[in-house]
């Protein structure tokens, strides 16, 4: 079995104490000091590691360091706490359990320099990306912060945390840091107002002071100078290789990373600067009447200022630090203060902000730390708590610290000590008992609810009377006499009666790590932890909103008259609390050792070691772990990690996990000294014997991992084989299919295309042998049409001939007949037949006349003139006569349809033609104009109102006339109507009656026979209307106005018929003359009007133009 390890290899002294040979405590401290001089700081117990503090910086944290021990066995590499960091954060992230890594030691020993190196070294190898560095970054940036309010100087340590600190560090599955919660534990608040000789307050005061700006300074009404300060220790106010100043901007840098808003950083700093001026306040005695002293503050400046920095109102504040109000039930009861309550409650108050403040400060971190998925995640704690401490003059703060540090060492004897010697035991493996000091004796007398001191003080602290540090001590000295841990001189055991280095007001315990004095003054105080209420209720009045944050039982309105819990009650809870939370995880132990008391590198002080190697109990610590065995673990895990190893338990086992695992141990040819097969567990004695079932496992893995990976490479290139040749299939099918249907189509169009061609070969040869056939049976028909056409005509013309030839020979015979019958009959038909004929002959003709006039009768207008020919001339008189006698006809048919009106139209029309036609050129034109007589309308005229009333008689005409001047020959428009009885001219516009002359006295008209439309209307001589002459007018309806006279004469009965003359000259009496009118064809040329003028006395010549 060869397993590649270094920790036996060039290793200065023995790296791993169980390998020490021979082992007694002068060699083990033999071992630890060869390599302490060796600059060897690390040591292993198995897998727990000795961590000496070198007092100096070594040059083993590099990144180098960190990448050489990254992912490695454990004692691979020399000892280092970066193996024990890897290996917890691999178990971590490998087998998902969680860890805590547990760093004890005593103050000094180096236990916050460890924890800071496993939380770098994780950080370091954890993964990396943006949002996972920053919670890296804001994990590791609490340090600084939460250092520097809560480590100070001590006399053992310079960067003494003053606090215990739990930090839960919470990584996702693949090992990625999420966030991180921070638990504290007690803050030694005493230190605030008060500091041990040759130590120094908390590191924040003086890195204020030393590293904050001018400006910040004076906004915070603060002095540099540390001196103005009473609660700053001045003999050590500087600590050689502490730069206050560097540490204050780290601080603040530390603060913005890790969150915190610059008006949350500049309240906490006026909290800083609070603390600082209240421990300035100082106070005066001031005698009252009823004799007693009543504190005053002396000088008011620094409690004007804290008021300011804090925005509380000073008489408030001022008023408390003289009053006390006490509160039962009901009543109120207000005390004065004397000058020491008054320095008591000031310290007070101070100690309680400050603490307040830290407790705040962590919350406030944590907020910003706090992983923000609520998925599952893996936790690692880190414990740094404050180290076992003791001092010239030890209270209630080392009290407690060392009753932590008991709890811790509790813890590891549990875990180490007895539960492994007890699991061996219940095993069954073959063991002798290895004794060892169990603490459990200490913790109890501390810690026991009945008579533990705790458990005594809080009695003492909630009893009524009263109650002091002595009648406490007191009863210590009764419950706990017979304690063998603790001792007092006023002890029943009167053993310490004479034991002068007890002094009376102490009692000393016996710790694991050595007898402690405690001077119980100021037990009781600090256990109650009081703040009188009127200060509290200062502060929750405070302008200032992280004061009001931190004083919330100030609240008046949440009175709350209960006694708050006792610090110790709350510690040892919280102790309780982080116990069985430790033992849920995986423990890591880091034991320091501090190798002097000087704080000096290089410095191995023989006696301080051995001492610290005694009480951690690391002898036993060996002794068990060379006796007993590295490793167990239950058979059904060790079977499913390691099966793998063996071809008969891997894939899977059948069997119990027990026999399997023999099976697999056999097969590796473990030595069987190597193995102890428990009940339920196995048992590796050596850790090179794991190393070699990891190093096994690991290759393995690697070939399974191999393995793994081919087939699943095998089964996906086969998948996608199978889906690429199933694919291919269907690709091939389906272009299979489009090929061979291309192919078909093709070859069907072109089978097509042939048969096509063929047929239509065919079918043209077909038609061309059936148009032959056709031809021929035309051609036969044909032939044989002529053939039988020649045969039938020649058979015709025999035919004919033989017809003709019997025609004549009947004609022949009928004529020979004939003319022998007419021969016989011409006597007999010569007498009688030839009238007849000629009657029956004439009688046909007229017959067909008739029927054939019937038929071809014209149309019934009468002026229609068409009438058919006759057919024989002896018809002529006949057909003129029946034409006559149809024209008559129907001209009555039409007359037949006239109405009254109608038919005295054409009576008038008759009238006219008989008058003028052919006699007067202008008739025909007159013949299609209708006569409507009233033209101008006058009985519906308006205008012509005057001219109807003065007619009353019917008007036949009325129309507008020229009337021609008898003097000049010019004409004058006039109204002419007629009526009845008379005919009137009137002025054309106004209606006015020029003339009216009755018709009697009208004997005749003269016209011309041109086209003109003069007419002369000649009175009777001697007559009324005769006196100026007669009327030489002119109209257009000439016609229509004669004929109208005409018939008026004519149906008159008293009155002869009206002559009208017509003629081109005729004569007109104008007064006395008698003129001619002449009328002339006057040429075109001279104009298409009509001119009349008076030529002279006897003469009016009226031109009329020749009608073209
Ligand atoms: N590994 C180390 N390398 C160099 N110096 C170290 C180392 N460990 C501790 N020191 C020095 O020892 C000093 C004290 O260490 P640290 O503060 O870790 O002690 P501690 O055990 O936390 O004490 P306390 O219980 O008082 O808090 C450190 O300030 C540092 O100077
Ligand atoms: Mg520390």
Excluded at 910 to 919: C, G, N, T, V
Aim: aromatic share 10%.
């Amino acid at each position: 079995m060869e397993v590649k390890t270094s920790l036996l290899d060039n290793m200065i002294g023995v790296g791993d104490m169980v390998l020490l040979e021979p082992l007694s405590e002068d060699s083990f401290l033999g071992n630890l000091k060869k390599r302490f001089d060796h600059s060897e700081i690390y040591t292993y117990i198995g897998s727990v590691v000795i961590s000496m503090n070198p007092y100096r910086s070594l040059p083993i944290y590099t990144p180098e360091k960190v990448e050489e021990y990254r992912n490695r066995n454990f004692y691979e590499l020399s000892p280092h706490i970066y193996a024990l960091a890897d290996e917890a954060y691999r178990s971590l992230r490998d087998q998902d359990k969680d860890q805590c890594i547990l760093i004890t030691g005593e103050s000094g020993a180096g236990k916050t320099e460890a924890s800071k190196l496993v939380m770098s070294y994780v950080a370091a190898v954890c993964g990396k990306g943006h949002e996972v560095n920053k919670v890296k970054e804001q994990l590791l940036q609490s340090n600084p912060v939460l250092e520097a309010f809560g480590n100070a100087k001590t006399v053992r340590n310079d960067n003494s945390s003053r606090f215990g600190k739990y930090m839960d560090i919470e990584f996702d599955f693949k090992g990625d840091p999420l966030g991180g919660v921070i638990s504290n534990y007690l803050l030694e608040k005493s230190r605030v107002v008060k500091q041990p000789r040759g130590e120094r307050n908390f590191h924040v005061f003086y890195q204020l002071l030393s590293g904050a700006s001018d400006d910040t300074l004076r906004k915070l009404k603060l002095d540099r100078d540390f001196s103005k300060y009473n609660y700053l220790s001045l003999d050590s106010a500087a600590v050689s290789g502490l730069d206050d100043a560097a540490n204050f901007r780290t601080v603040r840098n530390a603060m913005q990373i890790v969150g915190f808003m610059e008006d949350e950083v500049q309240s906490v700093l006026e909290l800083v600067a609070a603390v600082l001026k209240l421990g300035n306040i100082e106070f005066k005695p001031e005698s009252r009447c009823n004799g007693t002293d009543e504190s005053r503050v002396k000088d008011k400046n620094d409690l004007k200022e804290m008021c300011e920095l804090l925005g509380i109102e000073q008489s408030v504040l001022e008023r408390a630090f003289s009053y006390r109000t006490v509160e039962a039930k009901m009543e109120k009861v207000s005390t004065t203060l004397n000058v020491a309550q008054a320095y008591y409650a000031r310290d007070a108050l101070a100690k309680n902000l400050y603490s307040r403040l830290f407790s705040w400060l962590v919350t406030r971190i944590n907020e910003s730390i706090q992983a923000q998925t609520k998925a599952r995640h893996k936790v690692m704690g880190v414990l740094d708590i404050y180290g076992f401490e003791i001092f010239e003059d030890n209270s209630f703060e080392q009290f407690i610290i060392n009753y932590c540090n008991e709890k811790l060492q509790q813890i590891f004897i549990e875990l180490t000590l007895r539960e492994e010697q007890e699991e061996y035991v219940r095993e069954g493996i073959e063991w002798t008992n290895i004794e060892y000091f169990n603490n459990a004796i200490i913790c109890d007398l501390i810690e026991n609810n009945q008579n533990g001191i705790l458990a005594m003080l809080d009695e003492e602290c909630l009893r009524p009377g009263t109650v002091t540090d002595e009648t406490f001590l007191d009863k210590l000295n009764t419950i706990c006499a017979d304690h063998q841990h603790f001792e007092s001189r006023l002890n029943k055991n009167s053993k310490f009666l004479n034991d002068h280095s007890l002094p009376h007001n102490c009692f000393r315990i016996q710790h694991y790590a050595g007898k402690v004095l405690y001077r119980v003054e100021g037990f009781v105080d600090k256990n109650n932890d009081l703040l009188y209420r009127d200060l509290s209720q200062a502060m929750y009045k405070a302008n200032h909103s992280l004061i009001k944050q931190l004083f919330p039982e100030g609240n008046p309105a949440k009175v709350n008259l209960k006694r708050p819990l006792t610090a110790g009650f709350q510690f040892r809870a919280s102790v309780g609390t982080l116990m069985r939370n430790l033992q849920t995880k995986n423990p890591n132990y880091i034991r320091c050792i501090k190798p002097n008391d000087k704080k000096a590198s290089h410095i191995f002080t023989d006696s301080l070691v051995r001492h610290q190697v005694r009480y951690l109990g690391l002898m036993e610590n060996v002794r068990v772990r060379r006796a007993g065995y590295a490793f167990r673990q239950p058979y059904e895990p060790c079977l499913e990690r390691y099966k793998m190893l063996c071809k008969r338990t891997w894939p899977h086992w059948k069997g119990p996990a027990r026999e399997g695992v023999e099976v697999l141990m056999a097969d590796l040819q473990i030595p069987t000294e190597e193995i102890s097969y428990g009940r339920s567990k196995i048992f590796i004695r050596n850790p090179r014997t794991l190393f070699f079932l990891e190093e096994k496992r690991k290759q393995c893995l690697q070939d399974l991992a191999t393995l793994i990976q081919k087939i699943y490479r095998g089964w996906k290139c086969r998948t996608h084989f199978l889906l690429m040749k199933k694919s291919q299939i269907v690709v091939a099918a389906w272009y299979r299919r489009y090929a061979q249907q291309k192919k078909y189509r093709n070859i069907k169009s072109a089978t097509t295309m042939v048969q096509s061609y063929t047929r239509g070969w065919q079918a043209r040869k077909l038609l061309r042998e059936l148009k032959h056939q056709k031809r021929c049976e035309e051609a036969v028909t044909t032939i044989a049409a002529f053939w039988h056409g020649t045969q039938a005509r020649r058979e015709l013309r025999q035919l004919k001939e033989e017809a003709r030839n019997k025609h004549a020979v009947s004609v022949i015979w009928a004529g020979w007949q004939g003319t022998k019958v007419r021969r016989e009959y011409r006597k007999f038909f010569r007498a009688n037949a030839g009238k007849k004929i000629y009657d029956f002959t004439i009688q046909r003709i007229i017959q067909k006349y008739f029927l054939g006039l019937k038929s071809s009768m014209p149309s019934m207008s009468p002026i229609d003139r068409k009438w058919p020919a006759r057919p024989y001339g002896f018809l002529d008189g006949v057909h003129t006569e029946l034409r006559k006698i149809f024209h008559h006809w129907r001209c009555k048919k039409y007359r037949d349809q006239f109405t009254e009106e109608k038919k005295a139209v054409y009576e008038e029309k008759l009238e006219a033609s008989e008058i003028f036609k052919d006699k007067k050129a202008l008739y025909p034109n007159s013949v299609s104009q209708p006569f409507k007589g009233d033209y101008l309308e006058i009985s519906k005229n308006p205008k012509y109102q005057k001219l109807n009333s003065a007619v009353d008689e019917k008007v036949l005409l009325a129309d507008v006339v020229n009337k021609i001047n008898r003097a000049n020959g010019k004409g004058t428009p006039r109204i002419f109507l007629l009526t009845k009885k008379n005919f009137v001219l009137a002025d054309q516009k106004t209606g006015q009656v020029k003339a009216s002359i009755p018709l009697p006295d009208v004997t005749s008209v003269s016209v011309s026979t041109q086209k003109d439309g003069f007419f002369a209307l000649k009175l009777k001589e001697g007559s009324a209307s005769a006196v100026k002459g007669d009327f030489l007018l002119s109209s257009e309806h000439l016609i229509e106005i004669i004929t109208k006279l005409h018939r008026i004469g004519a149906t008159a009965a008293d009155r002869e018929k009206l002559k009208v003359d017509i003629s081109d000259e005729f004569l007109v009496q104008f007064k006395q003359d008698k003129v001619c009118v002449k009328f002339i064809q006057s040429s075109p040329k001279n104009g298409n009007s009509i001119s009349c003028k008076r030529k002279n006395n006897r003469l009016l010549e009226v031109s009329v133009p020749t009608s073209p």
